[in-house]
Structure formats: structure tokens, C-alpha cells
């Protein structure tokens, strides 16, 4: 499966927070006050980099393999390959015959997953500490000698194809997928990440063969183990996996800048559906801006629960639009922030001004401190949700050293936490203006916007 990166969330934010204030969180608590100790991370010879955190709330550890290759890395004419590659790695290795990687992994008592994103993959266990080494050696022998059998590969098409279908058949999920293309188009993260039908049909073994030898090298691995485990007990079990496989220059990462957005940028697309979506989309920054920060409690600001502006203004006061939602996807070269309705068709062009409209104010008068307040709040219980469990802090790990720093996610909240109310309405003015965003809007077929 697949997701795009989104630092803040769209939805249920208000929830978390008054759970948590109702719960008195002590995840929170801990991460206010530096309670949740720092991980050790070391890189081993041939540049393997490794992450390890005791975490004990249960007897498990979430073992991930995350490789600095994802979407963004596919040439223009072998769209989906590492989005392919994710399904195959799990089919087989030639001491392990196609359906026994699962067998194994269900008779340790846990689990697999995968995600592909632009930036990176990743493929993760979550198996009762007992097992860490088998699911290491596991996941060690995956990231070299993945055979690909033909039959699993002609097989996993239909499964690919079906999830394609799931997603043009979602008109919010399928409404995204265009609102990035549209953005970012001819950028790699306007390319679809599960491919393009044509090219997966004929896709061979030697293609995928070749994209993963190619990007599959120790320099592009990071190995992060998070759970009921001695963190001094697991470097010599990954010397002897993970250190064991020969180093090998990656592959340069190399791609167009992202386009700039104007008005030119929009694309009506006619569907089955009786209701219309709108989407909009401004360029911000990158995981390596400074801005971020306030990029992300902004977002929170404009769209993250009921009492955020886009809902108290076009929803709540306008009706005119029956759901609306804003996005943050932070990623290695660009950001995009994204603002989401359903509405009735006759609305469109209503709804598009009136979102314009709240985020004109924003830019002219900034936003309160209540409302900066309330976004911190919101954004620490995300967080500690998201950290909860071995499998969630592995990942922020994960992710934060394949398209940030280790570093800077271990000090996320604290600078979160210096943003002014200043600082957001500087954002808003500098990435969110009135001719710098895209467009995409679904309508109805039979109708007109």
C-alpha cells in the first residue's frame, strides 16, 4: 500500500485532545518534560545506519527496514517499480520459497507491513521481543536476496490493479492523487506511486531486478528496532546481518525542481458521483525549511477539526460545503498544503472563494493566540499517539532519518512549541497567496460547476 506523507492530520484532532486532557496523558507529560530518552543511533562499515530504542510498554519490537528510495527515484517510463518491489519483497528469497516468509513471521506471532512513499520505502515486523533476531535475519535477507518468482509476480499484478481501482474509486482519495499530480507535474511527486496500468501489465522480472540492485545498497538502509529489547544486545545481531552485505555507492538522487504553482494549474475532471469536491493546494516548504514548523500548526489552524477556520467559516456559518479538511505533506524537496470539500456542484466556485477568503484574513490579521494554543495542543496529542506503541515511534524514527534528521524529529515538539503567532502569519503570507495554488475539482456528470 501506499500513503502520502502528512505531518498534520485532517481529521479528529479535536478527539485526541479531549481525551488526553481528560486522561491526563502521561505520553505527553513525558515528552514535555524530556522523559522519553534519546535513541542511540550508530552507522555501521559499509554505512548501514542503525536506530535502536528500549520501549517496553508490551513485549514486542517493531523491527523496520527503511530504504532512501521510494517514488521519486523511478525514471519517467518505469512508473511503480518501487511501489511493485514493496509487494515482491515478502514473495521469496531462494532459501525461502514463495508464502513461507509469512508462515515464519505468523509463527513468531507477528505481524508484516510495507508502505512506499516518494521519498522512501519501508518494510517492518512487529514480532514478541523473543524473535528480534529471527525477524532481523529475516529482514536482512530480504534486503539482498529477494528472488521474485515470475508466478508471484504475474500474480501481484491483479492485486496492484485492484488496489488502483480503490483508490479512483474513493473520490477523496482519488482527489488527492490528482491534486499532487496537478501540483506538481512533471515533478516525481506528481507521478502516481502505484504505477501506470500499461507498464505494470508488461512488467518483467528483470525490471524490478534491476531497480532493486540498483537502489537496494547498504548506504540507502536504515535499520530501526524499537521495543523490549537491551540496546547494547542488538548491534552484534545486526553486524552479523545487516553488516554482512557488501557496500555499494547508491544511486544519485536526482530531479527537476518542483514547478512553480499558478492559475494556469487546474483540472476539472467529470465523474459518477452526485455531490462535487473541490481541492486546493500552495506549495510550502520542504522537510529541510525552518518553515515547516509553522506551516504545520497553520494547517492545523485552517482545517484540522470543527472549531478550525475553514469549518467555522465555509461549513458552519456559509454551508456551503458538507465536509472540508486541510492537509500538510512534507516532503525532501517541496511541501504542499492541501484544503479539501464535498459540496453540492452548484457551490464550487462559492466554496473556492470563500477558502480564499479565510486565508486572505490570515494573511492580513494573522491568527489569535487561543488559536495558536489550541494547534499545540492538538499537534503534541497526534504526537504521542503517533509514539504510543514500538511500531509508531519506529516509524517517526524512520521516516525522520530517511527525509530529515534524527535530530530534528527528536526536537520537533520543542521547536513546535516556539512558533509565534507572528511566525504562522509570516508563512501564510510568504507560500499562501491568491495565484500560487492549484486546482482540482470533481464534478458530477450532467452538471456544470
Known amino acids: 500500500m501506499w500513503r502520502p506523507d502528512r505531518r498534520a492530520p485532517a481529521a479528529n484532532g479535536a478527539v485526541l485532545v479531549v481525551l488526553l486532557l481528560l486522561a491526563g496523558c502521561a505520553t505527553v507529560v513525558g515528552l514535555r518534560h524530556g522523559a522519553v530518552p534519546k535513541p542511540a543511533r550508530e552507522v555501521l562499515p559499509n554505512g548501514v545506519v542503525l536506530i535502536v530504542q528500549e520501549h517496553r510498554a508490551s513485549d514486542v519490537v517493531a523491527l523496520q527496514l527503511w530504504m532512501r528510495m521510494g517514488g521519486r527515484d523511478e525514471a519517467a517510463s518505469e512508473l511503480g517499480l518501487a511501489h511493485y518491489i514493496e509487494h515482491m519483497l515478502f514473495k521469496g ?109 508488461k512488467l518483467t522480472r528483470d525490471q524490478l531486478a534491476r531497480f532493486y540492485r540498483k537502489h537496494f545498497v547498504p548506504r540507502n538502509m536504515v535499520l530501526v528496532v524499537v521495543g523490549a529489547v537491551e540496546p547494547a544486545q542488538m548491534r552484534p545481531l545486526v553486524d552479523a546481518t545487516f553488516g554482512r552485505i557488501a557496500a555499494a555507492p547508491p544511486a544519485p538522487r536526482e530531479a527537476p ?72 505533506g512534507a516532503f525532501e524537496q517541496a511541501g504542499l498544503v492541501t484544503v479539501t470539500a464535498r459540496l453540492e456542484p452548484a457551490d464550487l466556485e462559492r466554496a473556492e472563494a470563500a477558502i480564499l477568503d479565510v486565508i486572505r484574513k490570515v494573511r492580513a490579521e494573522g491568527v489569535t493566540e487561543a488559536e495558536r494554543q489550541r494547534a499545540l495542543i492538538t499537534a503534541e496529542s497526534s504526537y504521542a499517539f503517533d509514539i504510543e506503541t514500538a511500531e509508531g515511534l519506529a516509524k517517526t524514527y524512520g521516516q525522520a532519518e530517511t527525509t530529515w534528521t534524527l535530530d530534528n524529529e527528536l526536537g520537533y515538539l520543542s521547536r513546535l512549541r516556539g512558533i509565534t503567532a507572528a511566525q504562522i502569519q509570516a508563512v501564510a503570507r510568504k507560500y499562501f497567496g491568491d495565484d500560487n495554488y492549484a486546482r482540482v475539482r470533481f464534478v458530477p456528470e450532467g452538471t456544470s460547476p
Not at 93 to 100: E, Q, V, Y
Not at 104 to 122: M, P, R
Not at 266 to 286: I, N
Not at 293 to 319: C, K
Open 93 to 201: 528469497t531462494p532459501t525461502r520459497p514463495p508464502g513461507s516468509i509469512d508462515t515464519l513471521v505468523e509463527g513468531f506471532g507477528g505481524a508484516s507491513n510495507a508502505f512506499t512513499s516518494y521519498d522512501t520505502t519501508h518494510y517492518d515486523f512487529v514480532v514478541p521481543a523473543a524473535h528480534a533476531r529471527g525477524g532481523i535475519e529475516l529482514l536482512a535477507d530480504l534486503a539482498v536476496n529477494a528472488s521474485f518468482p515470475p508466478g508471484e509476480i504475474d500474480n501481484e499484478k491483479k492485486v496492484v490493479f485492484e488496489e488502483m481501482n480503490l483508490i479512483e474509486d474513493d473520490p477523496e482519495k482519488f482527489l488527492l492523487r490528482r491534486l499532487y499530480e496537478v501540483s506538481y507535474s512533471p515533478h516525481p511527486y506528481g507521478r502516481p506511486l502505484l504505477g501506470q496500468r500499461e507498464f505494470i501489465q
Open 257 to 328: 525542481a518542483a514547478p512553480a504553482l499558478d492559475r494556469t494549474r487546474r483540472a476539472d475532471v467529470r465523474r459518477a458521483e452526485k455531490q462535487a469536491y473541490l481541492g486546493l493546494a500552495w506549495r510550502t516548504s520542504p522537510t529541510g525549511s525552518e518553515d515547516i514548523y509553522a506551516v504545520d500548526l497553520l494547517t492545523y489552524i485552517l482545517g484540522d477539526s470543527p472549531s478550525s477556520r475553514l469549518n467555522q467559516t465555509v461549513r458552519e456559518q456559509l454551508r456551503i460545503v458538507a465536509t472540508i479538511d486541510a492537509g500538510y
